[in-house]
Structures are given as C-alpha cells and as structure tokens.
C-alpha cells in the first residue's frame, strides 16, 4: 500500500514571500503520479499541480512548481510570490494505476498581510 | 462545462430518516467518485464508479449506498446513519479507468452532512 505523508501541519508565509511545503511518499511502483490540491475554506478541492514519475523535469504552474526527487521519493511544492488567495489546506497525492488516489495528512497555510 | 455539482450543499438529519446526496458532472468523464472527509483531515475513498459500474468499495458500511443512474449522474443514498457519520461529503469525476493513473480528479464543493 501507498502512504504519503505530510510532516508540517501548519506554514505560514508573509505576502509576497516564498514557501515550500513538504511530502514524502512511500510505494513500490514504478509508474505513477503525484498531485498537489488545494483547499480553502470554500471546501472545493482544487488541483494546483501534478508530476509524471517518468518525467524527469519538474512541473510549473505559474507561481507553483515542484521539487520532484524520485529516488529520495519526495515531492514539495513551492510557491512564489505568495497572495492572500492562496491560504488553504493543501493536500499532496499520489495516484498509481489502479484509480486509487492517496492523500497525505495535509497542510495549512496562513498567509500574513 | 468543467464543474461537479453537488446537492445539498448543506443537510440536517435524523438517525431514521432516509436522505440521498446527488452529484452531476456533463464533462463526459466516466469514472466518479465518493470521498468522505472528517475536519482537519484528508479525504477517504468510499466508493468508484467505473462506466457507471461499482469498482471499488472500501469497506463502507451498507447504510450508505451509492447509485450510478447514468454517466452523469452519481448518487448516495443514506439511511440509519450515525452521528458519527456527520462529515464533508466529497463527490468527484474523472476521464476514465484506461489511463487512470493519469486521471486528474476533478471536485465537487461537497455535501455538509450533520446527523443528529
């Protein structure tokens, strides 16, 4: 079975700064995918960003991108430029081939005016 | 159309009475799903629908029973709940089984259940 797992259950991040939040994962497929979503307090689970474990090159979203170590199996997402918007819950998630998605424990990050 | 839409956004109700959440998505995805999730904590599969057919059931009590009407539509039927079942009830869609680990999964807003 998959296991992801979050180990910071609150960030914070002052307007306009950079922050990286952590995952780490742990299975024995080869081929996967690995997702961030995000929540705010509106409840609606919103996809940020997702990596193909065949790609080498990291994923980039606009102010999100992500740090994808695929031997160490972890995976942190990283926001620039952080806005007042982008306070929320977010989820890292691992998906193999079977339809099943695993979510970490997530992270709350508040963002300071 | 890239919208899950689920209704009731909010319900109320008793340990006898019998309640259906509903969930609707015209994307043309053929796989849908039912989440639950607790406060503070991440979602948990409950049910998958592949080609409106139940392919996956992660041990879910029977007083909840989803339904799978047409490609479009998912349901969840509830009857006999438990104040313990008070939670967020995520409904979610996806483009299909055949390159599922592709699949992105796109959310609903959630059903807030409180049974009293």
């Known amino acids: 079975a998959q296991t992801v797992t979050q180990s910071q259950p609150e960030m914070s991040v002052q307007e306009a700064e950079t922050v990286t939040l952590s995952c780490t994962y742990d299975t024995s497929e080869s081929d996967y995918y690995l997702f961030w979503y995000k929540q705010p307090p509106s409840r609606q689970m919103i996809l940020v960003i997702r990596q193909e474990a065949y790609k080498q090159q990291n994923a980039t979203e606009n102010r999100f991108s992500v740090n994808f170590q695929k031997a160490a199996k972890s995976f942190s997402l990283k926001i620039s430029d952080s806005q007042l918007g982008d306070a929320a819950m977010y989820f890292c998630a691992f998906n193999n081939a079977g339809n099943m998605l695993t979510f970490g424990g997530g992270t709350r990050l508040m963002v300071k005016p | 159309d890239t919208e899950v839409t689920q209704t009731p956004k909010h319900l109320v109700m008793g340990m006898t009475n019998k309640k259906s959440l509903k969930c609707e998505q015209h994307?043309?995805?053929?796989?849908m799903y039912w989440y639950k999730q607790k406060a503070k904590k991440p979602p948990e599969l409950m049910f998958v629908?592949?080609?409106?057919?139940?392919?996956i059931n992660e041990s879910v009590p029977s007083r909840f029973s989803p339904e799978c009407p047409n490609s479009s539509l998912l349901n969840l039927h509830l009857h006999a709940l438990q104040p313990e079942d008070s939670a967020l009830y995520l409904c979610?869609?996806?483009?299909?089984?055949?390159?599922?680990?592709?699949?992105?999964?796109?959310f609903g807003a959630g059903s807030r259940l409180t049974v009293l």
């Open positions: 629908y592949s080609y409106e057919k139940l392919s």
């Open positions: 994307m043309g995805h053929r796989a």
């Open positions: 979610a869609s996806s483009q299909g089984p055949d390159r599922a680990g592709a699949n992105v999964l796109t």
